[in-house]
């Protein structure tokens, strides 16, 4: 169930991304090169993972994004987190899982208000 | 020795083969059931006590199984049998569980199954005691119940302007106390779509590292879900106390009062209080 499940839609400056609902390692992995490719094509300043679907989250998950916002922050874009489920979050503090220097918004649409608000470019 | 229809119990003289002052003893006790059975687990006799909790006359229930006083998911778990089993093996089974009265009513008993056996060691039968304990079994599900109300009680979390949530914080933090307000606060967070928490440590009377650690706790689950938290109600002695176990906090947003706190969020969702004859 890999890749299919992962969409990555450019809206005007911006990537966003959903993420599916239960994500395995490899599809996480997938997610990663997906957003790095689209990144290097439409060199976009932002990124917007959509985690809304997401039910439960691992250390492996986490620590690819955590990566992933180093990593397009690399190349010059900023990473918003939106719309974890409040059961993912309380899970995630509880096994001690950060996502890194990643934005968190509550939900899509505030996500592009943040990335809108603050210049991008600046790093993560 | 004459069958009494009047009395509670036919004597089981040939399991217990006592003398009538001790019959006599056991057949009037009323508190206890104390019933005698066979060892297949067939009633062989009943006093007061046991048509007292369980309902049943004499008459009515002599021969038959004890299973009867089980409820079916026990029967069919076949708990009467292994209860039986285990008393035989170790000479005493105790137990506490729903049991079946006449009626079909429940009740809470505690049970003892005591073997009995004679001197060669062959086993004659079994001797079960029961007490019904459901007013003690309800007296505790109502404080169980009633303190499970007072957490509840003891962690609103309310909304106070559009996209601002309130959760006042009374009396102490241990960690099963964190988890479920962190869980209310989130989901009040999500539901109401507040992007600013104000939690109130007002009502906390001491901080000491452990608490300090569940509200950091809690404030990061909070910007895991893309809401941030103004800790307010931070009072002289509580800030004192913070700065003295050297508890870092200086990544949070921090308000002495409510009030303050709230125009923080106010400020921080670019709205401003004007009074109505907008002079300042």
Redesign the interface.
């Known amino acids: 169930m890999a890749t299919e499940n992962i969409s990555v839609i450019k809206l005007r400056n911006f990537l966003l991304v959903t993420v599916p609902p239960d994500p395995d390692d490899q599809t996480v992995s997938a997610l990663q090169e997906q957003v790095l490719e689209a990144m290097a094509q439409h060199e976009c300043g932002g990124l917007v993972l959509d985690i809304s679907t997401v039910e439960t989250l691992d250390s492996f998950f986490a620590r690819t994004i955590a990566e992933t916002v180093q990593m397009v922050g690399l190349m010059g874009g900023r990473t918003?987190?939106?719309?974890?489920?409040?059961?993912?979050?309380?899970t995630?503090?509880?096994l001690g899982l950060?996502?890194g220097k990643a934005?968190?918004?509550?939900?899509v649409d505030?996500?592009l208000d943040l990335l809108d608000s603050a210049p991008s470019g600046d790093g993560v | 020795m004459a069958k009494q229809p009047s009395t509670t119990s036919t004597s089981p003289a040939t399991v217990l083969g006592t003398d009538d002052s001790f019959r006599l003893l056991v057949e009037s006790v009323k508190d206890y059931a104390i019933v005698m059975l066979d060892p297949e687990g067939h009633v062989a006799s009943w006093n007061a006590g046991a048509e007292r909790i369980k309902g049943y006359r004499p008459d009515e229930i002599m021969g038959k199984h004890f299973s009867c006083f089980y409820p079916a998911d026990a029967i069919q778990r076949g708990l009467p049998e292994q209860e039986l089993r285990t008393a035989a093996k170790e000479g005493r089974f105790e137990d506490e569980g729903w049991r079946v009265r006449k009626d079909g009513k429940q009740f809470w008993a505690n049970a003892i199954i005591s073997a009995l056996r004679d001197k060669d060691g062959t086993l004659r039968g079994f001797a079960k005691v029961t007490r019904d304990l459901t007013e003690r079994k309800q007296a505790e599900e109502r404080i169980q119940q009633q303190s499970r109300e007072i957490m509840e009680l003891s962690t609103p979390v309310m909304q106070v302007w559009q996209g601002v949530v309130v959760a006042p914080l009374i009396g102490s933090l241990d960690s099963q106390r964190t988890?479920q307000f962190?869980?209310r606060l989130?989901?009040r967070?999500?539901e109401t779509?507040?992007?600013l928490a104000l939690v109130d440590i007002m009502g906390v009377p001491t901080i000491d590292t452990q608490t300090a650690q569940h509200l950091i706790?809690?404030i990061?689950?909070?910007?895991?879900?893309?809401?941030q938290v103004v800790l307010t109600g931070v009072r002289p002695a509580i800030a004192q106390t913070l700065v003295h176990l050297g508890i870092d906090l200086s990544d949070i947003l921090t308000r002495s009062s409510l009030a303050a706190g709230l125009r923080v969020a106010l400020d921080m969702l670019n709205l401003q209080v004007v009074a109505k004859n907008g002079k300042p």
């Open positions: 918003v987190l939106a719309g974890m489920r409040a059961s993912v979050a309380v995630a503090t509880q950060t996502m934005l968190t918004a509550l939900d505030r996500a | 988890q962190m869980e989130l989901n967070i999500v779509n507040s992007p706790e809690t990061s689950a909070v910007r895991l879900l893309g809401a």
